[in-house]
């Protein structure tokens, strides 16, 4: 009696190793690589355009899984070379499999007729630098990088004057980045700001919200944030 329970139990073991090694065997059979497109853009990100110039696609290439699949991207853009902004090109690919990859291209339209002046270079935020919204406090000895895209556009890194991610010490991705423009009277405009930490930008502006002093070489401009509830004026000298 002990011997056939004995090798009634090694049966039941065996008979449920096989069945589980089938199982596994079901599931690398089931098991598919699936492979994305890999998309490489030619050129300039960003890229600058003069007012009303057309627009000049500086070309692109996809593989996939070493196959040359340049000719399935599809391209869309909302340039408007008419009217000085910041646009973006959008390059996406859909695999058989219905994945999609995707890469974008920023692409600047400047106004050839605006100042001359270079703001590359490192900015400190000096007095009277306050954040006016919802309290005043005032703040300084941080510092913004400028580097000059075209003539009279900018790209800066943080045009709260480093308040979340230097003063409150949340790191660069608190940084609100974007491209400014600088007019020939000198007047400093928000073409497009970005924090990546929130997914958001500046309030919209309709005109100047700051000016440059060639003479001084001192910056600075006045922003809003979250329907204005908070707000800066901003000091920067270098």
Known sequence: MKKFLLYTFA?????????????????LTDTKITYYADIVLDGDDPLT?????AYAEPGYT??????????????????????????SVEYSYTNAEGFTTSASR???VYDPDCSDADLTGTWTVVSPSTRTSPSQVAFAGYTVSIQKLAPGVFYCTDLMGGWYAQRAGYG?????WGYISLN??????????????????LDPTDGPVGTYDPDTDALAWSVSYYDTYLAWDIYLAR
């Open 11 to 27: 049966w039941i073991l065996a008979t449920s190793v096989l069945s589980a090694c089938n199982d596994d065997n079901d599931q």
């Open 49 to 53: 355009v003069p007012l009303g110039t």
């Open 106 to 108: 920023t692409v600047v």
């Open 172 to 176: 660069n991705s608190y940084a609100m």
């Open 184 to 201: 020939s009277a000198n007047e400093v405009s928000v073409m497009y700001s970005h924090i990546n930490g929130w997914g958001d930008g």
């Open 62 to 87: 996809a593989t996939l899984n070493n196959n040359d699949v340049t000719s399935g991207v599809t391209v869309t853009s909302d340039v408007d070379v008419n009217t000085p902004g910041v646009y």
